[in-house]
């Protein structure tokens, strides 16, 4: 397990994170990393990515977060993002181990859907290019 990438995907928006999922699966594939290679881990919501991260950060060679936040009428959507992308940076330099940011947030569905289109900028393959970056 040492040598696989560990995709946490939060499931909480699944039409936008299959999206996203596609996205970092294809770039990983241009760069040698087969299906073999990659371990695919559910969580409920974005919040949940970096306990999952946690758990298995020591056991794989990097990881990939995959969410999405779309802002409400609440401040919540602010305490979410912060949090998970706090914690996610947090464990990335403790442990010294890239973990690629493809949550993406959002003030809307529209702007969601276009930042995980894969005709277009797809976040999770930006995600998935940053970890590759520095693992070369």
């Given at each position: 397990?040492?040598?696989?990438i560990?995709?946490v995907?939060?499931n909480y928006?699944?039409?936008?994170t299959?999206e996203?999922?596609?996205?970092?699966?294809k770039?990983?594939a241009?760069?040698?990393?087969?299906?073999?290679?990659i371990?695919i881990?559910?969580?409920?919501?974005?919040?949940?990515?970096?306990?999952?991260?946690?758990?298995y950060i020591e056991?794989c060679?990097?990881?990939i977060?995959l969410?999405?936040?779309?802002?409400?009428?609440?401040p919540?959507?602010?305490?979410?993002?912060s949090?998970?992308?706090?914690?996610?940076?947090?464990l990335s330099i403790k442990?010294?181990?890239?973990?690629?940011?493809g949550?993406?947030?959002c003030l809307?569905k529209k702007?969601a859907?276009?930042?995980a289109?894969?005709k277009?900028?797809?976040?999770?393959a930006?995600?998935?290019?940053?970890?590759?970056g520095v693992?070369?």
């Open positions: 397990m040492k040598n696989k560990i995709i995907l939060a928006y699944p039409e936008i299959s996203l999922l596609k996205g970092a699966k770039e990983l241009k760069n040698g990393y087969s299906s073999n290679n371990l881990i559910k969580v409920p919501g974005v919040f949940e990515i970096p306990v999952m991260i946690s758990k056991k060679k990097a990881m977060a969410g999405c936040v779309i802002k409400g009428k609440t919540h959507f602010e305490y979410i993002s949090s998970s992308i706090n914690g996610i940076m947090y442990y010294k181990k890239p973990i690629g940011n949550i993406i947030t809307n702007q859907l276009d930042r289109d894969n277009k900028i797809n976040k999770g930006e995600a998935a290019k940053a970890i590759i693992l070369k």
